[in-house]
């Protein structure tokens, strides 16, 4: 039985991120799972671009994209639905995060999504695959829409 559903979205792909909540969603009220949404925002503050951002630029950075995943959740959803989601945005890689959040919220089942691969995906690997790779718990993929 799946206690806790973690779905983690992109926010620069609305239809992507539209079918990756609706199919999180879905999962999570099959076994009336606790469903929680994660957004990862790069970590200017330890790399070299950090001098071009004034202090509070990542405080700012947290507070507007939590503002845009709960608006998202409640546009796709719906405000009641969204009202049960526990709304995350970490700071960092991607896939670390993600699993980082998933650990501590003890998910059974991450959703995620997944563009077309391109080139550089064959040789880095996208997020959606090391978050497979890595993870302790099962991994779904939502595949975006088709081009």
Known sequence: MIKS??????????????????????????????????????????????????????????????????SICAEILGQERNAKIRHVVATGTAYQEILKVAEAADSDLIVVGAHKPDLKDYLLGPNAARVIRHSECSVFVVRGPKA
């Open 5 to 70: 559903v973690l779905c983690a979205v992109e926010l620069s792909d609305k239809a992507t991120d539209k079918m990756v909540l609706e199919q999180a969603a879905r999962m999570a009220d099959l076994d009336g799972a606790q469903l929680d949404v994660v957004n990862v925002l790069p970590d200017f503050g330890e790399s070299w671009v950090s001098g071009f951002f004034e202090s509070h630029h990542h405080e700012k950075a947290v507070e507007e994209t939590t503002a845009t995943l709960k």
